[in-house]
C-alpha cells in the first residue's frame, strides 16, 4: 500500500511538472522576481501533493493575492499565517483591510512587526500599509445610505448593455462605434438628448488619459475642447456622464484621491468662471479598493447604474442599479461588522427598505428606452397676456424650445444644489469652527447666485424667440 501511494504522489509530482513547465524551485525564483502569475500554477500543483506545508500555503496564498484573486487567497494566507510565517501575516493584514476588517488586519500587521522588529527594511514595508489601512477606515465611516436595486455580472467588453437609459437621459456607446479611427478599449462616449454634444476620453498608457468634448456644427461634430484641469489632474480620467440639466458631470479617475484603480468623481459647471468646479469624490459604496466607474442616472426613469470589478474574476465586472438619493445621505450605523457589510455591498438586500416595490423597480431598469411623456401640465410658461406654454410641444420656436428646456435643467440642478446649501448650513451651525465647511457654503451661495441669473436669462430668451417667431 505504501508503496502504491508512493507511486502515485510520484505520478502525480510528474504530471504536474509536465503541466506547468517548472520546478518547484524555478517557481520560487519567479516569485521572488514578483511574477506571480507565471509562478502560480507551479504552486498549485504542489499544493495539491503538500497541502499542509506552511510555505507552500505562504507562496500560493501571496500569487493569488497579487494576482486579483483575492478571496481564494484568504485560506491559504490564513493557514500559514497560523503557522507564523511573517510574509503571510503582512499579506493577510493587507486582504483583511480590502474586506474592510480592520482590526483583523491590525493584529497581522502587529505580528509581522513583531517578527521582523529588528529588520529596519522590514518594518518600513508597514508604513505605506497600515496609511492605507486608515485612508479606507476614514473611507468607510462615510458609508453611504445607498439602496441597491439589483447587480448583474456581465463581461467587460459588454458592460454597457447593462445600461437601459430612457432618451430624455441622452446615450452611452464605446469611444470606437463613434471613433472608427480609434483602438478597441473599454472607454465610454457620452451624448446628450438633443445629439449635439458629445464628452469621450481621448489618450494612451504612457501620456495618460483625459475627458474631451465636442459639438455638433451643422451636420458634423467639430471643435474638440479639452476639459479643463479641474477635471483633467493628473492619473487618468474616463467615462464621462452629464445629468439632463447640461453642468453635473460625472467620471472616473485615477488621480490621488482614489482609493484604488478608477475612483467616481462628480463635479459641476461653473458660469461664473466657464469652467468646472473642484471635483467631489464620492463616498463608498460607490468607491472601493478596485476599478470603480461609468456612474449614469436616469432621472426620467429615477433609476442609476455603475460599474465596479471589485472582487470579480479577471474580464468580468459587476453592473449595480441603484436609487439616486437627492442629497449625501450618511449611513448610521454604530456595527462595525454591519457597516463593512454595507461598505463592501455584500448583500443588496442589506441595502433596502420597507414599503419599497423593488422588483417594479429592477423591471423599469431593465426596459430599454422611455420616452418622455409631456402631460397637460408640465409647466406654466407665461409667453404673454393671451399665451401660456404647457409643454416643450406648445412651442412654436425650436430654439426658445431648446433655450426653455435648458433652463428646466438649470432649476433642477438648482433645486439640488440648494438643497446641498441647506444640508451644510445645518451642519455648520453645529460646529462654527469648521473653516472647510464655511468655505464650501461660500462657493455653493455664489454657485446658487450665478445658476438662478443664468436660470432666468435663458426663460427672457425663450420668452423673447417665441414671441419673435409667433408675431414677425
Request: proline share 4%; hydrophobic share 35%.
Amino acid at each position: 500500500m505504501k508503496q502504491g501511494r508512493f507511486l502515485s504522489v510520484c505520478i502525480l509530482m510528474l504530471f504536474c511538472l509536465c503541466t506547468t513547465g517548472q520546478t518547484l524551485d524555478e517557481a520560487k525564483i519567479l516569485y521572488q522576481e514578483g511574477l506571480y502569475a507565471k509562478a502560480l500554477p507551479a504552486f498549485q500543483a504542489e499544493y495539491h501533493i503538500n497541502p499542509g506545508n506552511p510555505s507552500v500555503n505562504q507562496w500560493l496564498g501571496v500569487s493569488l493575492f497579487e494576482t486579483g484573486r483575492i478571496l481564494e487567497a484568504q485560506k491559504y494566507l490564513e493557514f500559514a499565517s497560523e503557522r507564523k510565517i511573517p510574509e503571510a501575516h503582512i499579506c493577510l493584514g493587507e486582504l483583511y483591510t480590502l474586506l474592510y476588517r480592520f482590526e483583523d488586519a491590525e493584529k497581522e500587521f502587529e505580528k509581522y512587526q513583531r517578527v521582523k522588529r529588528r529588520d529596519q527594511a522590514a518594518l518600513e514595508k508597514l508604513v505605506p500599509k497600515r496609511a492605507y489601512a486608515e485612508k479606507l477606515r476614514k473611507a468607510v465611516s462615510h458609508t453611504e445610505d445607498l439602496q441597491i436595486i439589483d447587480s448583474m455580472v456581465v463581461s467587460k467588453p459588454d458592460f454597457l448593455t447593462a445600461y437601459n437609459l430612457s432618451t430624455s437621459s441622452g446615450s452611452l456607446k464605446p469611444v470606437r462605434a463613434f471613433f472608427s479611427d480609434r483602438a478597441a478599449t473599454g472607454e465610454t462616449l457620452f451624448m446628450n438628448e438633443r445629439k449635439d454634444k458629445i464628452y469621450y476620453s481621448r489618450g494612451n498608457a504612457a501620456a495618460g488619459i483625459d475627458l474631451y468634448t465636442m459639438e455638433k456644427l451643422l451636420d458634423t461634430f467639430g471643435n474638440e475642447k479639452r476639459l479643463p484641469e479641474s477635471v483633467n489632474r493628473k492619473g487618468d480620467q474616463a467615462y464621462p456622464f452629464v445629468l439632463n440639466d447640461g453642468i453635473t458631470l460625472y467620471f472616473a479617475s485615477t488621480d490621488e484621491p482614489s482609493l484604488g484603480g478608477y475612483d467616481l468623481f462628480a463635479t459641476r459647471y461653473n458660469f461664473t468662471n466657464d469652467s468646472y468646479l473642484s471635483p467631489n469624490q464620492l463616498n463608498v459604496p460607490f468607491n472601493s479598493p478596485f476599478n470603480d466607474y461609468m456612474l449614469a442616472i436616469d432621472e426620467e426613469k429615477g433609476i442609476g447604474w455603475f460599474a465596479s470589478d471589485r472582487f470579480q474574476p479577471d474580464g468580468l465586472v459587476c453592473i449595480y442599479t441603484f436609487i439616486p438619493n437627492p442629497q449625501v445621505q450618511p449611513l448610521e450605523i454604530d456595527d462595525a461588522h454591519h457597516l463593512a457589510r454595507r461598505a463592501r455591498i455584500s448583500s443588496i438586500a442589506d441595502t433596502w427598505k420597507p414599503d419599497v416595490d423593488y422588483r417594479s423597480l429592477r423591471s423599469l431598469a431593465r426596459q430599454k428606452s422611455v420616452s418622455h411623456q409631456e402631460t397637460a401640465g408640465d409647466f406654466t410658461f407665461v409667453i404673454n397676456d393671451r399665451i401660456t406654454c404647457h409643454t416643450l410641444s406648445d412651442f412654436r420656436s425650436e430654439r426658445a424650445r431648446a433655450l426653455f428646456s435648458q433652463a428646466l435643467g438649470y432649476e433642477k440642478q438648482l433645486q439640488r444644489l440648494n438643497g446641498e446649501l441647506s444640508q451644510k448650513r445645518d451642519r455648520y451651525a453645529e460646529n462654527r469652527t469648521d473653516s472647510s465647511l464655511a468655505a464650501s457654503i461660500l462657493q455653493l451661495e455664489k454657485e446658487s447666485e450665478s445658476l438662478s441669473r443664468e436660470t432666468e436669462t435663458l426663460r427672457i430668451q425663450a420668452r423673447n424667440e417665441e414671441i419673435r417667431t409667433r408675431f414677425n
